[in-house]
């Protein structure tokens, strides 16, 4: 079974406008985190947000948020206010246990953002 | 201030050729991570070192032998490369421990792999 989701394979979003990108997740693990990568056409990936099953509040950074339903296990990214350069490739991952032994990644398919002027 | 390093950036090989990856980070991580990636299907752990001196197994292991020659350095190498393996290939670091569990991982630019 897959351990991380994303049911979006493209998406389409209009300049200005907010998004959100779908990712759930399966684990029996209590101790887990929940990391969004970005990938431009470019190739390299890049860190957004993080979001730790104990984490109490929602993360945010900059025009990034994670809507995090633990219940459903899901971790939404939502972009606020898309800017052209916006346009990627958007990876989520699951870390599963505590990080002390190697945080190994568990990623999603990803889902491909394209933002329209 | 590097971060982490991949080399070569492309290669392209012949069914059968030997080849080594080379991976080196400067911020002191304790982890390194080597991942594919094959379109449609996000990135993939291959191997994984926690700390120096160890290497496990990742999802996708056959076909390849890592070495973590030191703090720093992670190597991947494919001993008989087949054409199953053209991919994109990515290294990573981590700081390890409970205390740092918010701390993504880092990657190099990638190796574009062609094996023909």
């Known amino acids: 079974a897959q351990k991380i989701t994303q049911t979006q394979p493209g998406m389409f979003v209009q300049e200005k406008e907010a998004v959100t990108l779908d990712c759930t997740y399966d684990t029996s693990d209590p101790s887990y985190g929940l990391f969004w990568y970005k990938q431009p056409s470019s190739g390299e990936m890049i860190f957004l947000i993080y979001q730790g099953s104990y984490d109490q509040q929602n993360a945010t950074e900059g025009r990034y948020s994670l809507n995090f339903q633990k219940a459903r296990k899901s971790a939404n990214l939502v972009i606020s206010a898309s800017q052209l350069g916006d346009s990627a490739m958007y990876f989520c991952?699951?870390?599963?246990?505590?990080?002390?032994?190697?945080?190994?990644?568990?990623f999603g398919q990803g889902t491909e953002l394209s933002v329209k002027p | 201030n590097a971060g982490v390093t991949q080399t070569p950036k492309f290669q392209v090989l012949k069914t059968g050729q030997s080849m080594t990856l080379q991976c080196a980070q400067d911020m002191n991580h304790n982890s390194m991570y080597w991942y594919r990636q094959d379109p449609g299907m996000g990135l993939r752990l291959i191997y994984y070192?926690?700390?120096?001196?160890?290497?496990d197994k990742g999802e996708v292991p056959n076909g390849y032998n890592v070495s973590r020659l030191n703090k720093r350095e992670f190597s991947l190498r494919l001993e008989s490369a087949a054409p199953s393996q053209t991919s994109v290939y990515f290294c990573a670091s981590s700081v390890a421990g409970h205390f740092y569990s918010n701390q993504p991982q880092h990657f190099g630019d990638g190796t574009r792999l062609s094996i023909l």
């Open positions: 070192s926690a700390s120096e001196g160890t290497t």
């Open positions: 991952a699951m870390r599963e246990g505590n990080n002390n032994q190697g945080g190994k990644l568990i």
